[in-house]
């Protein structure tokens, strides 16, 4: 059986701040403005699991258990 390759884009560590700086989010990020989109939490550096894009936006995940399970779900449909 022939299964879909998926492409993962990840960035190491010491690129992350750079990253956040070309998408234009790093100072909100820093100031503690971006939420988590499944629990509301802000984002911080400390707690970011992961940043992906829906319908255009961008959006951010907090590495607590039940955001990243939510998180996992969400991909998984969309």
Do not use: Q
């Not at 960035?11 to 988590?36: E, N, P, R, W």
């Not at 992906?52 to 399970?69: L, T, V």
């Amino acid at each position: 059986m022939k299964k879909d390759k998926e492409i993962v884009k990840a960035i190491h560590d010491d690129k992350l701040d750079t990253f956040l700086k070309s998408i234009k989010v790093y100072d909100d990020l820093i100031a503690g403005k971006i939420k988590c989109k499944f629990c509301g939490d802000p984002v911080t550096i400390d707690n970011l699991y992961t940043v992906f894009p829906e319908s255009g936006a961008i959006k951010f995940a907090c590495d607590k258990a039940a955001c990243i399970a939510k998180m996992n779900i969400y991909l998984s449909e969309h």
